[in-house]
């Protein structure tokens, strides 16, 4: 090495590779999920990838959809001929928080070995944790590039406020899709909201997106962990289970007896995500919840609703699926209360074994 | 250390390597040395040890350097100042707990004051009379080194480690329930006892070059190399020391740059990413099937070696801005064709310490039997013993005494099988196809040694590494 070397020449050069090759990354922004280990040197994951404890879970929350689906099974190849594929959209209870991937419901159906419309059913969980009819609408039209013959829809009250609809962090770091939704089916938000997350030009370079770009290279090394343990969630041996003795609290989030206003209700999402599926079945179901026995029981019946807003809310499902001719299941108290582990809403194996018994059913009718 | 720290740490060196240069040097380097390993030492649940072992680890390095030193040149004014900017920037670090913030540079609030200049005023009252009413020679000096390694077994037996969390939290009223291990997690101690060992051993054998107090304990704690080595030697570390630092070459910049940048990617990159997948106590439980388990290992052997260099690279690279040249620990480990040299390229600087401070003595005085045993047991007992030692060094455990036998005894069957081979090897492999066949082959089975040795390093249990030896050959 020679000991005319510039030091500065070096900076400089090094200062001008650094502004090109980010400027190039702020305008061009690759596909950067797109590319994936799983389903070519990793089984695709069961369910999409969501996880707060990335150490054990081995498996993280992210917000790049495409590298989401590329590492979901979905995304194996091409559907075969014999398929009837079915797309599960729901909340933590469709995803299966506390469930192992053939406990949950996908799993379950999966294995009970269906065939409709004489082709081999095969169910696949596009549920994700938050609760918002607008996240299940941002999913379902990424689902729908991968041809479903009918999608179940599996919902609940807590989906619908339309404070909810953009709380969800995947909603909010997804805006872009979301205003494409807006463009093609007329899904109705204020693009100003404050909860999106709007990228500034730093947030586009490659040091402003180094979380996203490390996240998605950790979604590809948990896939090691994932084909070698099958493990994609903690089960904690112990958990707190869902609350049965509540509080004497008539109100549903501010509303009050006995008006559950529809317009403070997110029903276009739930239209949107009609529009979307352009005439593939959809199987809208009420999900199971908990009926509390417990304290207060009268008033509430668990410790997302009261009843009266509970029971409005069913009488509004009903009216709407009817008028609009939606298949529709209203499944609300189909578990006992033991079924249910740390929410209203997130059942046990067998919990979810009765709900697969009951969607099971009604399969074979679902044909185009 | 966290990125931030390594960040902050040469950058300070930068800074005085380019700006400051010669001016303050030796006072620079003590002083940030010390704040360093109070800065860097974690907060532990006793309190206010995480204040009081690094003021251990001043307070014992100081006293080898009383011990050590020679006796004419203890008293030189020098020392004294030495001494004092060392009482003084401990006292100021303690007195930052009355600052209206959290101190940043250490753990967790300081202790009192009054107790800390208590037990400076008793550590020098303590020094005074062991000058007054001790000699240091040989014999002192070997209680010393059994002092010191009673310490260093102290922190790493986890048996007496707990018992010495529980006196301590007893003498603290601290909750004896809440007694454990982890208590004691004394940063950069095991490389400090081996740097102080050496010293001690040198000195008895009268081969110790004189240091002042101030390049002394900047020998034992230097910043730079505190946390991970390497294990440098006192007589080379003083050389750079005292040698004068012109403007640093634009070469000396860019090699500095090259290892820090090369370690910062091979710490944080490479082995960050590999500590997602490489095998744990966790994992070892839940991998099913030997194909996984198998990458699972890859993956720690991986790590652990990337996680490592990376680190001696940013201690060599920081190092070199402030004008030294610490020893290489590593020279591609994994690719060399055989056990011993592949020990002579794997934390060099810790192999090289044991191989002068027990290997060849204990040699030496099994030759001197006046009935040596045979040359093959001699070996077997000597390696098995200085593996077993470096295995100690990492903590006094079952799986660490098993790793340590693991790679004694594959040293002297690689020893034997190449004293048997040697002739042979040498007339097949005449060509370079051959003698390139020869190198990779032993360098594949050389690392998958290795790799296998490294279950009983990176797991905590000998069952759950039995499993997975199991698993790894498709019998579970």
């Known amino acids: ?368 | 250390m966290a990125i931030g720290q390594i960040l902050i740490v040469a950058a300070a060196a930068l800074f005085w390597g380019l700006v400051m240069r010669e001016r303050g040097r030796s006072h620079f380097l003590l002083i940030a040395s010390i704040l360093v390993i109070f800065w860097l030492q974690p907060a532990l649940p006793l309190r206010g040890f995480d204040f009081w072992l690094p003021a251990a680890t001043l307070v014992i390095t100081v006293f080898s350097w009383y011990i050590t030193a020679p006796e004419e040149t203890r008293r030189e004014r020098g020392n004294w100042v030495a001494a004092a900017v060392i009482a003084g920037t401990a006292l100021l670090l303690n007195l930052t707990r009355f600052l209206p913030f959290d101190s940043i540079l250490t753990g967790a609030r300081p202790p009192q004051t009054g107790i800390f200049l208590f037990v400076l005023g008793a550590a020098g009252i303590l020094l005074l009379l062991t000058t007054r009413l001790m000699r240091f020679n040989a014999a002192f000096l070997s209680i010393s080194i059994i002092g010191l390694i009673i310490v260093f077994l102290a922190i790493k037996v986890p048996a007496l480690t707990y018992w010495v969390s529980y006196g301590l939290r007893s003498l603290t009223h601290q909750s004896l329930a809440q007694a454990k291990v982890a208590d004691l997690r004394w940063l950069g101690f095991s490389y400090v006892a081996f740097r102080i060992l050496h010293t001690l051993r040198d000195r008895q054998m009268g081969r110790l070059p004189a240091a002042n107090l101030a390049e002394y304990v900047t020998y034992v704690i230097f910043f730079p190399s505190f946390t991970a080595g390497p294990i440098d030697r006192i007589e080379r570390f003083i050389q750079d020391l005292r040698r004068p630092q012109d403007k640093p070459k634009n070469d000396d910049l860019l090699i500095a740059g090259q290892r820090f940048t090369m370690g910062l990617f091979k710490k944080f990159v490479v082995a960050d990413a590999l500590a997602l997948i490489a095998l744990n106590d966790t994992n070892a439980l839940q991998v099913h099937g030997a194909g996984w388990t198998w990458i699972l290992l890859y993956a720690y052997s991986l790590q652990i070696y990337f996680d490592f260099s990376g680190y001696t690279d940013i201690a060599i690279g920081t190092s070199r801005l402030l004008g030294f040249q610490l020893p290489e620990n590593f020279s591609a480990p994994y690719l060399k064709p055989n056990l011993t040299q592949f020990w002579n390229n794997w934390h060099m600087t810790l192999t090289q310490w044991f191989r002068a401070y027990f290997f060849n003595p204990v040699t030496r005085w099994l030759r001197s039997w006046n009935r040596p045993l045979p040359m093959p047991a001699m070996i077997l007992l000597t390696q098995v013993a200085t593996m077993v030692l470096i295995g100690f060094w990492h903590g006094v455990t079952w799986n660490f005494t098993l790793w340590g036998l693991w790679h004694g005894l594959g040293l002297f069957i690689h020893n034997r099988w190449s004293d048997l081979t040697r002739a042979r090897a040498a007339a097949w492999g005449t060509t370079p196809l051959r003698k390139n066949l020869l190198a990779v082959s032993g360098a594949l089975i050389t690392f998958h040694y290795v790799a296998l040795g490294w279950i009983f390093f990176a797991l905590s249990s000998t069952s759950v590494s039995l499993l997975v030896f199991s698993k790894l050959f498709g019998l579970k």
């Open chain 1, 1 to 368: 090495m020679k000991n005319d070397i510039k030091f500065i020449n070096i900076l400089i050069k090094g200062f001008t590779l650094f502004i090109l090759l980010n400027g190039i990354f702020a305008l061009w922004q690759p596909g950067k999920g797109q590319v994936s280990a799983y389903n070519v040197i990793f089984p695709g994951r069961q369910r999409l990838p969501f996880g707060e404890n990335s150490a054990q879970a081995y498996n993280l929350s992210l917000f790049n959809l495409d590298a989401m689906f590329a590492s979901h099974v979905i995304n194996s190849g091409q559907k075969p001929g014999d398929e009837f594929r079915v797309l599960l959209i729901g909340d933590s209870s469709v995803w299966g928080t506390l469930l192992k991937p053939e406990e949950t419901l996908s799993g379950q159906l999966n294995s009970a070995n269906l065939s409709a419309c004489g082709k081999q059913v095969n169910v696949y969980n596009l549920g994700y944790p938050t609760i918002s009819l607008t996240k299940d609408a941002l999913l379902l039209s990424y689902g729908m590039k991968y041809q479903p013959d009918l999608v179940i829809w599996l919902t609940t009250l807590e989906a619908f406020p339309l404070e909810k609809q953009i709380a969800s962090p995947l909603v909010a770091n997804n805006r872009e899709a979301l205003l494409g939704l807006q463009g093609s089916y007329g899904l109705e938000f204020d693009p100003q909201d404050p909860a999106f997350v709007q990228p500034s030009a730093w947030d586009r370079s490659i040091p402003g997106q180094r979380r996203a770009l490390a996240d998605v290279f950790r979604l590809q090394l948990y896939g090691v962990m994932w084909a070698a343990t099958g493990i994609d969630q903690t089960y904690p041996a112990d958990y707190t289970p869902a609350q049965t003795d509540l509080e004497a609290d008539p109100k549903f989030r501010e509303a009050e007896p006995p008006v559950l206003d529809e317009k403070s209700l997110a029903l276009n999402a739930l239209e949107t995500g009609f529009r979307i599926v352009d005439g593939t079945p959809v199987l809208l179901v009420n999900e199971p919840m908990l009926i509390s026995p417990g304290a207060n029981g009268d008033i509430r019946y668990n410790f997302f609703y009261p009843r009266w807003a509970y029971d409005r809310y069913r009488d509004m499902m009903a009216g709407l699926s009817g008028r609009n001719g939606w298949h529709y299941l209203d499944l609300w108290d189909l578990v006992p209360v033991d079924e249910f582990t740390n929410s209203a809403i997130h059942l046990t194996p067998n919990g979810e074994s009765l709900l697969a018994g009951r969607i099971a059913s009604v399969l074979p009718g679902m044909c185009k």
